[in-house]
């Protein structure tokens, strides 16, 4: 779990926006409206959220959800002490007392019986019954909750349920646009900009093999990695291998067209 305590009174996370998110999202906070961002991994989904925050002025706490995951994890347990036992509040419950924004990262992985703790908190009545203790809390204002979903992966059994899905207002993401991508890469991976922008055409030309039986396509992270490793010496071929196409796949027909791509792309 990440806290950032009180409202991040430091510069604005870097994020550049590739359509009316933001917007969207202010709205969403301003009418208590819980969102999901939908996307594939290393997207920006997570950066966007602290942004928000950021912008909005609230603290965020951030939860990565795994299927260990249990009600009380989020809303809390009493330890026991040498004087007897204490109540400690969960993430949850504690961003529910301060009117933070609560982001449940990859919130699938969670199971069901964790997740419908949620449910009335993304309704008009926007309280967290605490059975433990007995208390039903009211969020604060500012409260939010805000999930992330990664549509892309097969899970068979694991989904989530319609009636979670249907609590949630739905923003979609995806890689950026060209142009945006470029000056991200060129941002964070500390690259110039002929280096990110064939770092990115790779990543597009990458993301084409999908359809050839890619599992995972290179996110913007992997291309701000090749970069990071671009910057500080490593060879661009070695760098792309070890930080883009070795992560992606182990299979000897992908990896070699992905060789293939870096060394064209990289004449
Ligand atoms: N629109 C953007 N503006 C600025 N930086 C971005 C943007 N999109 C991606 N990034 C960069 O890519 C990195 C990965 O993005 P982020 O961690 O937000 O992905 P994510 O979608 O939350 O991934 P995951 O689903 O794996 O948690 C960020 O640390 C940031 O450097």
Not at 34 to 51: D, I, N, Q, S
Request: aromatic share 8%.
């Amino acid at each position: 779990m990440t806290d950032h305590g009180a409202a991040d009174t430091s510069a604005a996370p870097f994020y550049l926006p590739s359509g009316n998110e933001v917007a969207v999202f202010e709205q969403c906070h301003a009418h208590k409206l819980a969102v999901m961002l939908k996307g594939p991994t290393g997207c920006g989904k997570t950066r966007f959220v602290e942004y928000m925050a950021w912008r909005l002025k609230r603290p965020l706490i951030t939860i990565s959800c795994h299927d260990d995951l249990s009600a009380s994890d989020l809303v809390g347990r009493f330890l026991i002490r040498h004087d007897g036992t204490a109540w400690q509040d969960g993430p949850l419950t504690r961003a529910v007392r301060e009117g933070a924004i609560c982001y449940l990262d990859e919130v699938v992985e969670a199971r069901q019986d964790t997740v419908v703790v949620l449910h009335p908190l993304t309704d008009y009545r926007r309280i967290l019954p605490v059975d433990k203790t007995g208390e039903t809390l009211e969020a604060a204002p500012g409260f939010q909750l805000v999930v992330s979903y990664n549509p892309g992966y097969q899970r068979m059994l694991k989904d989530l349920k319609p009636s979670t899905r249907q609590r949630f207002v739905a923003l979609d993401f995806n890689f950026p646009p060209l142009a945006t991508e470029v000056a991200i890469v060129e941002r964070e991976g500390s690259a110039d900009y002929a280096t990110a922008h064939a770092l990115v055409t790779l990543g597009q030309r990458l993301r084409g093999l999908q359809d050839r039986g890619l599992a995972e396509v290179p996110s913007t992270r992997l291309l701000i990695a090749a970069a990071c490793l671009i910057a500080s010496g490593i060879p661009v071929r070695d760098a792309c291998y070890a930080a883009i196409v070795s992560p992606l796949s182990d299979e000897a027909t992908l990896v070699g067209a992905m060789h293939d791509l870096v060394d064209a792309t990289f004449v």
